[in-house]
T-cell receptor, first 113, second 113 residues
Framework: DGGITQSPKYLFRKEGQNVTLSCEQNLNHDAMYWYRQDPGQGLRLIYYSQIVNDFQKGDIAEGYSVSREKKESFPLTVTSAQKNPTAFYLC????????????FGPGTRLTVT | SQQGEEDPQALSIQEGENATMNCSYKTSINNLQWYRQNSGRGLVHLILIRSNEREKHSGRLRVTLDTSKKSSSLLITASRAADTASYFCATHHGAGNNRKLIWGLGTSLAVNP
């Protein structure tokens, strides 16, 4: 089956630790995205990548880092510099250039205490 | 206020009734997209309507776009309990390197059996 997978579904970390969220797609999509969703809010774009080995900052990139070494994979690292990291993180991909119709993974809920 | 504002924020109806959600935006768009999100899950793309289109149908979904009023509506006919979800509109605007997708805060729909 084609789709986007995110792992893990739930993630718990202590404050001050970096954590990496996984996102993998087998849709052969060029573009991939990371969003953050907080309760009662819309999606906010963290980073996006339109091609392997290239990525751009979104609206709230501070405290996050990404890499795009393979077309299928776009991991997101939440660093200790992110002041309020507890949130629901969504990965998406699209076949065309940003920001076409997007396909989403199931999300990772990160809790930092 | 921000682009892609949906109203109402919450809607509760009985199974079989129609549900209408609205989305307003401020600046010109290339297209407008509607997505559904079940609780704690990723988003699912429902329909995309381009700026030169006025109406689009997909199954029980009907989307209209009025660019003069900068608004769109999503109608779900003959609703089912399985339609219970949050619905988001996303507006695509800009050109070249300034393209952006702006997300609204969503409408929470509850369909009661």
């Amino acid at each position: 089956d084609g789709g986007i997978t995110q792992s893990p579904k739930y993630l718990f970390r202590k404050e001050g630790q970096n954590v990496t969220l996984s996102c993998e797609q087998n849709l052969n999509h060029d573009a991939m995205y990371w969003y953050r969703q907080d309760p009662g809010q819309g999606l906010r774009l963290i980073y996006y990548s339109q091609i392997v080995n290239d990525f751009q900052k979104g609206d709230i990139a501070e405290g996050y880092s990404v890499s795009r070494e393979k077309k299928e994979s776009f991991p997101l690292t939440v660093t200790s510099a992110q002041k309020n990291p507890t949130a629901f993180y969504l990965c998406a991909s699209s076949s065309g250039q940003y920001p076409n119709e997007q396909y989403f993974g199931p999300g990772t809920r990160l809790t930092v205490t | 206020s921000q682009q892609g504002e949906e109203d109402p924020q919450a809607l509760s109806i009985q199974e079989g009734e129609n549900a209408t959600m609205n989305c307003s935006y401020k600046t010109s768009i290339n297209n407008l997209q509607w997505y559904r999100q079940n609780s704690g899950r990723g988003l699912v793309h429902l329909i995309l309507i381009r700026s030169n289109e006025r109406e689009k149908h997909s199954g029980r979904l009907r989307v209209t776009l009025d660019t003069s009023k900068k608004s769109s509506s999503l109608l779900i006919t003959a609703s089912r309990a399985a339609d219970t979800a949050s619905y988001f509109c996303a507006t695509h605007h800009g050109a070249g390197n300034n393209r952006k997708l702006i997300w609204g805060l969503g409408t929470s729909l509850a369909v009661n059996p």
